[in-house]
């Protein structure tokens, strides 16, 4: 549909669909949409004709298509991936798309169609920093981007544990949906099926890791001549699928089961060796080390400002700030029409070194405040810059910080320079630059490169149209004798000056030595020039900013050295867990509640056991409440971590429940106003109500109908807050409590906040503008309402309209909270719902936990109430753990 309407519209490039039809010998005339095909879980384009096809091709192409390269995160290498926002800049500058909302779409749809995939298995596409790999020839999509690869079969049978042929139960778990397929288990424990043995792309793919259970099927239909059925499952998470076959004779049905359970006692024996450290139960993708790290990284929170200046007309200003380290930069949203007080309250870490070696002595973090304008460029209010040098050792730092004058132009991002020197000449190639400062109006720049020796301007690169990382590749000759070379970055203007982008110290080719290669990234700065205008600038008062820093630089040591914690922190009757939650009550033993908080949730949700610790951290905080009516009501470590687990697994459940309404707010310009002090007209604010009316509808329509597709380690977690709540304060009226305190999460902390800021939570691309925000707020605070089983009064009443509205959405409401905190309701969640967590890098969550303990240990041993017992235990493994520090911490110094 999406693909006809852009064609209709002449919006499309036809030029690959005609080549496609005129080479397959039809017309090139008719309809031009695509034909898909479901494939398993994914899908498979069909026919040769097809634009996505040709799109794929055209991208994926060595000569003119995104350029693909290695890329490192978290540790790991991609190799042939690029970012989403890459394509979506190829998509923007070869006339595929026309805004980037459109390039995602097309993005969204190669996903969907198998032929575009997430390096780790997110069904999504965005305009982003994630990596995305093309699907080759003879690969195919399948489940959560999983890529299934053309396979050896000889090489898999002289290499398998058990092979042969099996009849399974197709995925929509129908007893006459029974294939016959080829089984295989590889050492590697994956168990393929394949359509026949000769078949080298496997059908799909079962990681006995994540299963723990082989039983005969008793509950099947009546015993059958040859068919003896039996299951696969996991006894610890409900959520996981169930998968079914029957064997022909019995025997075989033996031989079968007897290989899978040999399988996992044999999963089970390399844990208990630490030579297989991923948990067979676990849904993330959980990493560990072998060998130990020093890790660089700075956790930032842009909380609030005060006191801007006006920058617009009206007196006001729209205040937004970017920050970052270097050339990694990250932006918040926009503050509109708000310079007294704008509120951010967002996160970001930021992590630029992770072999130990960097020295930040130089290093220094820049947070600099904007004002957008809608038909300029957004003009600088102040920045703050802070060295890493001063935040080191120094713990969580939460100021407010004087803003002083910025220089007129925004730099940022980082440059790709080589250098071989021969003689006298010497060869400099412009490689590429990366998160280039956005100058243009459609949020992108058309950068190239000038290169001087002294006042002569002796080369300038091509310009790359439509793109922050873009890479030049070109070679350029200078002497050495004619002194040191200048480097530019600047943004092409057609129909203005072009925007200076930034610039690093000049390149003194005489220190090279003769046939060396110099091969490095340089951070683009702003001019000297620029920074002594801005540092004579009068002395105005341009505001504050607060700010919540930390800056670490983390001793990992192996995955081995922390076990012992692991096995406390797990086993120990959650004697550490109840330790810790009742540390972040002292008074000073709350600072870094959040981080533990992640830690936390992501160290037990590598072992499955996220939603019982979170359960039962949260009961204990109602078991010591005495007022149902304020429970939850502080940030304690259960707000938190519920907090934090419903954003780690909740991701897809929330896009499927809201994202199609956003879509549609986003595509609107205008506010649906209703305030009089901000809407004059009486018939407009008629005809805006009865929009917003009926926007709330549909997000409300999608929300309450979405229990079924709920993760169900959440829907655990909400039906025990609901039934303590009910035995804590048994004989109390609790007709509103018994739904206010689980909807003061699902609502409050999910649907309302993700709706407020869809970019933060990842579903959408960019921040709303203006228009498309307000029409949010206004969204959100009905929603909030409801959410609290109250009404609109004297203190919005302006909003008092929609309490009609509200009302006859409370049955659906009081529904809606019984089933999402009912965990034995049928389970229908679809495949591309769940959402696995981030990867999990165990030792790197347990170093912190350790840290964390390590400077809160007399407060956690002697005055949190932990047994005798496990204050002893956890004594002799904090000694352990530090001596190992310390042995770790001496060789990193030698080195």
């Not at 999406?2 to 496609?20: D, E, H, L, P």
């Not at 999983?146 to 290499?159: A, D, F, G, M, Y």
């Not at 939570?761 to 206004?778: D, I, K, S, V, W």
Request: glycine share 6%; hydrophobic share 40%; charged share 25%.
């Amino acid at each position: 549909k999406y693909i006809s309407s852009r064609i209709s519209t002449g919006k499309f490039n036809m030029s690959a669909v005609s080549r496609s039809r005129s080479g397959s010998g039809t017309s090139g005339s008719g309809d031009a949409s695509c034909s898909l095909r479901k494939s398993g879980s994914g899908s498979r384009i069909s026919g040769g004709d097809s634009f996505l096809a040709q799109l794929h091709g055209r991208l994926s192409a060595t000569e003119g298509g995104v350029v693909l390269k290695a890329h490192e995160r978290r540790m790991r290498s991609y190799e042939n991936a690029c970012t989403g926002a890459e394509i979506c800049d190829w998509l923007i500058s070869h006339s595929e798309a026309s805004s980037r909302h459109s390039a995602v779409k097309l993005g969204d749809m190669l996903v969907k169609a198998g032929l575009l995939y997430h390096v780790d298995g997110k069904r999504a596409f965005s305009d982003s920093q994630s990596l995305f790999r093309f699907s080759a020839a003879g690969e195919k999509i399948h489940g959560k981007g999983r890529v299934l690869r053309r396979l050896s079969t000889s090489k898999l049978l002289s290499t398998s544990r058990m092979d042969g042929y099996l009849y399974k139960m197709g995925g929509k778990d129908l007893r006459s949906n029974w294939k016959k397929r080829w089984m295989l288990i590889d050492p590697k424990f994956h168990f393929y099926y394949f359509k026949n043995m000769n078949d080298g792309t496997p059908a799909g793919v079962i990681n006995l890791e994540h299963y723990d259970t082989v039983m005969e099927d008793t509950a099947s239909t009546k015993a059958e001549k040859k068919k003896f059925y039996f299951f696969l499952s996991n006894s610890h998470d409900a959520s996981a699928r169930v998968y079914h076959f029957y064997a022909e004779d019995e025997e075989e049905r033996t031989r079968w089961m007897e290989a899978i359970r040999k399988s996992f006692a044999d999963i089970l024996a390399l844990q208990a060796e630490g030579r297989s450290l991923l948990s067979y139960r676990s849904r993330a993708d959980v990493r560990v080390s072998k060998n130990w790290q020093v890790v660089k990284s700075l956790f930032v929170k842009v909380m609030k400002g005060k006191e801007f200046p006006a920058m617009d007309a009206n007196g006001q200003s729209d205040p937004y700030v970017i920050c970052g380290v270097g050339d990694f930069q990250a932006r918040t949203r926009t503050i509109w029409k708000n310079r007294h007080h704008p509120e951010w309250d967002e996160e970001f870490t930021f992590e630029f070194d992770t072999t130990g070696s960097l020295d930040i002595s130089s290093f220094i973090f820049k947070a600099s405040v904007f004002d957008e304008d809608k038909a300029s460029h957004d003009d600088p209010i102040g920045k703050v810059m802070i060295p890493l040098k001063d935040l080191d050792g120094v713990g969580s730092q939460c100021n407010w910080y004087d803003l002083e004058a910025s220089e007129p132009y925004f730099v940022a991002g980082g440059i790709h320079l080589k250098a071989l020197r021969s003689g006298d000449e010497v060869v400099v190639t412009v490689v590429e630059c990366r998160n280039l400062a956005a100058k243009d109006r459609n949020g992108l720049s058309d950068p190239f490169v000038r290169l001087s020796q002294g006042a002569k301007l002796r080369y300038k690169t091509q310009t790359v149209k439509k793109n922050l990382n873009p890479l030049f590749n070109e070679k350029f000759k200078f002497s050495v004798s004619d002194g040191p070379i200048q480097v530019e970055v600047w943004d092409w203007d057609r129909f203005s000056k072009d925007d200076f982008m930034g610039t690093i110290d000049d390149l003194n080719t005489s220190d090279l030595r003769d046939g060396k290669t110099m091969d490095s990234w340089f951070v683009l700065k702003p001019r000297e020039e620029d920074v002594r205008t801005a540092k004579a600038a009068t002395s105005v008062d341009l505001g504050s900013l607060r700010l919540t820093l930390l800056f670490r630089q983390e001793m990992v040591l192996p995955f081995l050295c922390y076990q012992k914690l692991l096995s406390f922190l797990l086993e120990d009757n959650r004697a550490l867990v109840g330790g810790l939650t009742r540390l972040t009550k002292l008074s000073g033993g709350g600072a870094g509640k959040e981080q533990l908080a992640i830690v936390l949730a992501r160290i037990f949700e590598a072992r499955s056991d996220a939603a019982a610790m979170i359960s039962w951290v949260a009961c204990e905080e109602i078991e010591e409440t005495t007022d149902p009516n304020v429970i939850f009501r502080g940030n304690t470590l259960a707000t938190k971590l519920i907090d934090v687990y419903q954003k780690m697994v909740g991701g897809n459940y929330l896009a499927s429940a809201t994202q199609a309404t956003l879509e549609s707010v986003y595509a609107a310009k205008k506010a649906l106003e209703l305030d009089p002090m901000r809407e004059s007209s009486a018939s407009a604010i008629k005809k805006n109500l009865s929009s917003l009316s009926a926007l709330i509808d549909q997000f409300l329509g999608q929300i309450l109908t979405s229990y079924r597709t709920c993760p169900l380690d959440l829907r655990k977690i909400y039906h025990a807050l609901q039934q303590k709540v009910l035995h804590r304060f048994a004989g109390s009226d609790l007709s509103v409590v018994r739904y206010t305190v689980v909807s003061s999460f699902v609502f409050l902390r999910l649907f309302v906040a993700a709706i407020n800021t869809p970019k933060l939570f990842g579903l959408m691309p960019t921040h709303p503008a203006e228009g498309p925000a307000r029409t949010l707020t206004l969204i959100s605070k009905a929603i909030m309402t409801l959410a609290n089983m109250a009404e609109f009064g004297a203190k919005e009443p302006y909003m008092a309209p929609l309490n009609d509205v509200l009302k006859v959405q409370i049955p659906a409401f009081v529904n809606f909270i019984d089933k999402i905190a009912d965990p034995t309701q049928p389970f229908t969640e679809p495949p591309d719902v769940l959402s696995a967590p981030d990867e999990v890098w165990l030792d790197r969550e347990l170093a912190r936990l350790y840290r964390y303990i390590e400077e809160n240990q007399e407060a956690l041993l002697t005055q949190c109430d932990m047994p005798a017992e496990s204050v002893a235990k956890l004594t002799e493994i904090l000694t352990e753990m530090k001596n190992l520090h310390d042995e770790h911490t001496k060789a990193f110094s030698a080195r």
